[in-house]
């Protein structure tokens, strides 16, 4: 008799449960798909992305990290370095701010694509020129012929100069350089876009003070110019190094204007007034025909105030100093 009232009970309890289980299932909202889809959407402009498992729509977030630093890097490059001074008039975006450089830095050329497609010949090297600094070197175009970004970056400046540059455009890139590219005739980006290394950004000319169809070519790091040479081999087409360092230096306790082409720390100096081979070779221990050797030049050569001197520093004779 207990067992049966037992059981009695037991299965009006589960036959409840049923039936609260059944009207809990007739009252759920369907899935509204195009509500869901909505969603997804704005999920997906926070770096969330909509994936589909078996036929329903599963949210996940991206999980390719590097990616999205990547993407990061181009839309703000070099941000650390640069303190986010995105100067849009001026090639040199320190001109009127007066700047801590770093000991030394490391900057990454291994990505490097040759601003010209036809064959490398220079036409004009960077230093002192008719009495005027040229700050970068000048590399034999044809008309028409593109001309590509050296690096990934974004477009800080595009501009015209009528009595320099002419049409020119100055690029950003997450390795610390900047580069410019004058005398162009038609741009084919504009400010603030990203390209990647060896993209089309221009086609060449001969606008602002040309006398010929050439690309100028610029390097700079931090608003300061550095000889294109020394970074990249343009007989063979790739920099000298995948990796260039820029070290930021005192000699005997003072500041002087040169910097290091690689780890090695053969650096370049250049030429102040009244300065002789004589006078670099004692002032950075080494000898006049190191010089001669290093630089191509004879010891009866003629030095230009701003000519750049290379040489092998001497570790005791260089101290590794903020400017």
Not at 31 to 54: F, G, T, Y
Not at 96 to 102: E, L, R, S, W, Y
Not at 267 to 286: C, N, P, W
Request: net charge positive; hydrophobic share 35%; proline share 3%.
């Amino acid at each position: 008799m207990k067992r049966s009232i037992l059981f009695l009970f037991c299965c009006l309890t589960f036959g409840m449960q049923a039936q609260q289980e059944n009207s809990l299932k007739q009252q759920q909202v369907p899935v509204d798909a195009s509500r869901l889809n909505q969603r997804a959407s704005e999920l997906m402009a926070h770096n969330i992305s909509p994936i589909k498992i078996k036929g329903e729509i599963i949210l996940t977030r991206m999980v390719d990290y590097n990616e999205h630093l990547k993407r990061e890097r181009l839309m703000f490059p070099a941000d650390e370095l640069y303190e986010s001074n995105w100067d849009t008039l001026n090639v040199n975006p320190f001109k009127n701010v007066k700047i801590t450089f770093p000991d030394t830095y490391t900057i990454d050329c291994s990505t490097f694509s040759l601003p010209v497609d036809n064959e490398i010949k220079i036409t004009s090297k960077y230093g002192m020129r008719r009495g005027r600094m040229h700050n970068g070197t000048d590399l034999k175009i044809y008309v028409g012929d593109t001309i590509r970004a050296a690096f990934e970056g974004k477009v800080r400046i595009q501009s015209y100069i009528k009595k320099g540059y002419g049409n020119y455009l100055v690029l950003r890139h997450p390795n610390g350089l900047e580069t410019v590219y004058g005398h162009l005739s038609k741009f084919l980006v504009n400010e603030n876009q990203i390209v990647q290394s060896g993209e089309a950004i221009a086609i060449g000319g001969i606008t602002g003070r040309s006398t010929g169809y050439h690309l100028h070519f610029e390097t700079r790091f931090l608003g300061k110019d550095i000889n294109p040479e020394t970074i990249i081999d343009f007989k063979n087409g790739v920099p000298f190094k995948d990796e260039y360092v820029f070290h930021n230096i005192k000699v005997k306790g003072k500041t002087t204007n040169i910097y290091a082409t690689s780890a090695d720390a053969t650096a370049v100096h250049r030429v102040q007034k009244g300065e002789t081979l004589s006078h670099i070779a004692l002032k950075y221990g080494t000898t006049i025909n190191e010089l001669c050797s290093l630089n191509g030049i004879s010891r009866t050569s003629t030095l230009s105030i701003g000519q750049a001197i290379r040489f092998r520093a001497k570790p005791s004779a260089v101290e590794a100093t903020a400017n």
